[in-house]
C-alpha cells in the first residue's frame, strides 16, 4: 500500500472514532473543565466570606466589655457559622448535581 493510501485510511479510521465519541466530549468538558471551575469559583467566594465573618468576630471581641458580651458574640459568630456551612453544603450538593455529565 502506498504511504497516501495509509494516510487517509487513518484520517479516515479518526474522523470515525470522533463521530462516534463525540457525545463524550460534552461529558469530559463537563467532567473535568466546567465542574472543576465552578467548585473552586464557589469555594473561594465560600472562604472569602467565612474570612470575613471571622474578622468581624475578632473585630467584635476586641470591644467586648464583659464575659456575657464576650459569649454573646462567640454564640452569634458560632451559630453564623453553623448556618453558613449547612447553607454551602446544599449548594455544593445541588451543584454536584446540576454538573454531573448526562444529568
Do not use: N
Given at each position: 500500500m502506498e504511504t497516501q493510501a495509509i494516510s487517509s485510511e487513518m484520517q479516515d479510521a479518526q474522523n470515525k472514532i470522533l463521530t462516534a465519541t463525540a457525545?463524550?466530549?460534552?461529558?469530559?468538558r463537563q467532567t473535568w473543565i466546567e465542574w472543576p471551575v465552578?467548585?473552586?469559583?464557589?469555594?473561594?467566594?465560600?472562604?472569602?466570606?467565612?474570612?470575613?465573618?471571622?474578622?468581624?468576630?475578632?473585630?467584635?471581641?476586641?470591644?467586648c466589655g464583659s464575659v456575657p458580651e464576650f459569649i454573646e458574640a462567640q454564640s452569634k459568630?458560632?451559630?453564623s457559622a453553623f448556618d453558613d456551612y449547612g447553607t454551602e453544603?446544599?449548594?455544593v450538593m445541588k451543584d454536584a448535581t446540576h454538573h454531573t455529565p448526562l444529568s
Open positions: 457525545p463524550l466530549h460534552e461529558v469530559w465552578a467548585l473552586a469559583s464557589e469555594s473561594l467566594r465560600f472562604a472569602a466570606h467565612r474570612l470575613r465573618a471571622h474578622s468581624d468576630f475578632y473585630g467584635k471581641i476586641q470591644t459568630f458560632m451559630r453544603a446544599t449548594k
